[in-house]
């Protein structure tokens, strides 16, 4: 299966180190089939939950023999039920994701491979795939699906995809929200990088759609450290405006107002239960997924 | 317009566009970086836009404020407040003919007086005055006065020092400032400080350290032919020498008669048997080769006490390390006002002059066998300075005079040999000039008080008739030489001034009252340390000081530099400050004073060190360094970056 993967944009190694994990909502999920994530409807599978007076035409296979033979009273046994639930992932292709690390390894790319390793890893659990790319023209959007055929659909569309313009991202997240008819999860893979307030305003839309949110929140080092000595002029990449500015002097009120940024969007997403996961192009994405996705299981 | 020390560094006020320039190439110098957070940074910089310009322009002014402190320290500005009233400083500088003299080192003394000059020349304007009275002027800056001073070559007259003094002087109301330098060797008695100065540092020819030796008597051997000298040397290490005498011989060869160690008490007697006295001349005695002591004051007591005699002098040359004496007799003949000089290059006329002497004094012993000598020997009385001997005496001894041979009891004895005891005060210090010739003197009185130094010891004098004569008998008490322990114009001055009444004789000038009550005297001092009595007698110590010869206080409101730590040397500067004092009639107040010695070659180049800490600019750099810490802390956009931030 591996070599008819999309090169580039799958890694193997990190493919590979989450193969044994995986990726359970925390939200109940409305799903048709039986998977791994909680549903919001009892059923017939494998966790007992309670029992229940039969009520005619309950299915008798469900009748507590046992309980009838030392009581004379029909129970019905009730179980928890599994399902499968469909995940999102969105992929944010602004021209400000080409931006690349040191090691020339660029945010969108370091996106898709991320995003790429844990589509397979949803997939293979029996969940369903979505995909919503928003960049400078028309969001593409992949319903979800599940499905090796699927998958690999999917994966071939985000080697396609191409870091251009300018993204309105609360917009875009607006718009995924309007297309989420049910309880589901949703990768979003972004910088993030858009003024707080509106940025916050649009999750909590996904939020209401009663999705389980997971921020991958991608930045390079240079943009979180502002590394610049002496007169830099900074290039907004999407729109092509440039600023002139003593970098050494607003280095300090940068990093402040990045601070608060990312801990302001930490705090919105933790209030709703979701998840945001700091990443620099330069981590190992093979470190980075697996021990994220631990760390997940033990909150659970 | 404010002075500067070195105003050609004002030069470099032009890298005052350096930062600017900088400036503009760092704002050139950008560098590109995407980023996908504009939207952060264009909310910083617009919310401190204010203050960031604010900021920048303060770095752009604080490192020029930097470099200007730095290039006005650099350019040693001289005052910053009140400079229209600075005035000028007075730069004098003796360009006489004895500085002409070639020094060890190769330069004339002139061209070491330049040199000294730099170091003093804060900058301002200056006047420049001369002892010849060329190239002098006003000059509005000093590498004008340095060229000037370079130009300058020392002339081939004798300067008129006190001229030139005293237009300085006139001049220095208005100055903040004196610098002068040279020699002074024109420097005469008429000066109070100057013969202070001589008496207590002059000394020639040298002789051994600590040692001194002086003739106590010279009379001719009982029944025989011959004389008899009597030497007492003093010596502070208890060191053993020998004395000897010689005599000058034919040709003016020094020829030794005899010597003998010196007893235990320090006395010697050298008897010369079979010298025949006619036509000898005895160079007086010597230690261990060495010549014999000066007898500056001798000979100046001798011109004092004779100022109705015709003194004539004569010398045999005067740009010479020797001419400091000879020129300091010139001097002393001239002011007793009878006087006059006889060198080698005398005309007829002075010859002629010479011969209507009474008293001819040689400077230089080898000068008697020539002319003019010769013929001037004829005269009744002769005295010798270089021996060490008393000059009657020697001249009693040595046979030239005529009376002497033929009987010797009626020839004046210079050294009483019966002179009374005074209690208190040791006999041997005793001396007696003879008086006896003088007409009118009438003997009497009792021991009079000539001078108290600082209650340490004091001098005594009184005039008797004794069996041989008329004479004053002048006590004091031990030293190391009378010459150089005592001011001999203040023990003579009183007591010529009794002789003056006594006799009837008349002072030629008015005298040498005038001698009394110098502003400074100098008293024999060790050679780096002087000290100054000041107008009000307080004693005002100079401290050399730790090798470095700067500028030194004398009492408020006067002050000198010495240059140099000999005290002779130090002792010309202070008489010529006391000089200007005196002429000026006010203190002064500042005054830098550069004699010219040639101290050793490390206090040498200390000297010639332009001093680092002299004037305000050192604050100025101080400052300088400051706001350059200041703009080290407040920038955040340093020049030269050390160190570039990298990732974490």
Sequence with gaps: MQESLPSGIFDPRAASAIADLELVSRRVAEGFISGVHPSPYYGFAIEFAAYRDYVPGDDLRFLDWRVWGRTDRHYIKQFEETTNLSCFIFVDCSASMAIREDNGVSKFHYALMAAGALGYLISRQGDNVGLYSVSAGEPDYIPPKGGRRHLFSILAHLARLEPAGAVLLPHALNSLAERISHRGMVLLFSDFLWPTGELVQALKQLFRRRSDLILFEIMTSAEQLFPYDGMTEFEDVEVGARMLTQSTLVRDAYLQAMHDHRESLRRAVAEYGGDVVPITPAMSLASVLPAYLARR???? | MPAFGSAWFLYFGLLLGVPVIIHLIYGLRRKRVPTGAMW???????????RLRLRDILLLLLRMAALALIVLAFARPVAWIGLENAGRTLVIIDDGFPMKEIMPGGDTLFETAVRKIGPHLEGGEYALFTLSGRMEGEFSDRNALKA???????????????????????????????????????????????VHARLGHIEVPPRPPGCSIRIAGIRPVPGGKGVEVE??????????????????????????????????????????????????????????????????????????????????????????????????????????????????YASGDLLAAAKQCDVLLFT??????????????AKGWILFSGGGARPLAIAEASGLLPATAADPA?????????????????????????????????????????????????????FEETGRGRRVFIAGPPGRTHGADLPLHKVFAPMVRELAAWTGLRLSPEGVDCKIGAVGEIWDLPADTLQVLGPDGTALQLDSGRGKHGVRLLEPGIYTALIGGKGGDAGQAVRAANLVAITAGRSLDTMALGG?????????????????????????????????????????????????????
Excluded at chain 2, 289 to 306: H, V
Excluded at chain 2, 602 to 624: F, S, T
């Design chain 1, 297 to 300: 299981a033990r909150l659970l």
């Design chain 2, 410 to 462: 009626a020839v004046p004895v210079a050294v009483d040999q019966d002179f009374p005891p005074i209690a208190g005060l040791p006999a041997d210090m005793f001396m007696a000039l003879d008086w006896g010739e003088a007409p009118g003197i009438a003997a009497g009185g009792a021991w009079r008080p000539a001078l108290s130094l600082q209650g340490r010891s004091r001098i005594l004098y009184r």
């Design chain 2, 40 to 50: 952060m940074i264009r909310r910083i910089v617009e919310h401190n836009a204010r």
């Design chain 2, 148 to 194: 000037t001073l370079e130009r300058m070559r020392p002339c081939s007259l004798k300067g008129d020092l006190k001229t030139a003094l005293s237009r300085a002087a006139a001049a220095q109301a208005s100055s903040r400032a004196v610098v002068a330098v040279g020699a002074w060797q024109d420097l005469g008695p008429g000066e109070p400080p100057v």
């Design chain 2, 596 to 648: 010219l010695f040639q101290p050793d070659e490390g206090a040498r180049a200390k000297e010639e060190e332009p001093d680092p800490g002299a004037g305000p600019w050192r604050i100025l750099a101080l400052i300088a360094l400051a706001v350059l810490v200041v703009e080290g802390l407040l920038s955040a956009a340093p020049i030269v970056t050390l160190k570039k931030r990298g990732p974490a």
């Design chain 2, 231 to 344: 030497c007492l040397v003093e010596d502070d290490r208890s060191l053993q020498h020998t004395v000897r005498l010689y005599r000058l011989g034919e040709n003016g060869a020094r020829e030794e008669i005899t010597g003998r160690p010196v007893s235990e008490d320090g006395r010697t007697v050298l008897t010369a048997h079979n010298l025949p006295l006619q036509g000898t001349v005895l160079l007086a005695a010597a230690v261990d080769g060495r010549d014999g002591l000066a007898s500056d004051d001798i000979a100046y007591m001798a011109l004092e006490l004779l100022p109705p005699l015709r003194v004539g002098v004569i010398v045999n040359r005067i740009a010479s390390p020797a001419f400091m004496s000879d020129g300091f007799y010139v001097k002393t003949a001239l002011e007793v006002g009878t006087g006059f000089i006889v060198n080698e």
């Design chain 2, 364 to 377: 230089d012993a080898s000068l008697v066998p020539q002319e003019p000598g010769a013929e001037l020997l």
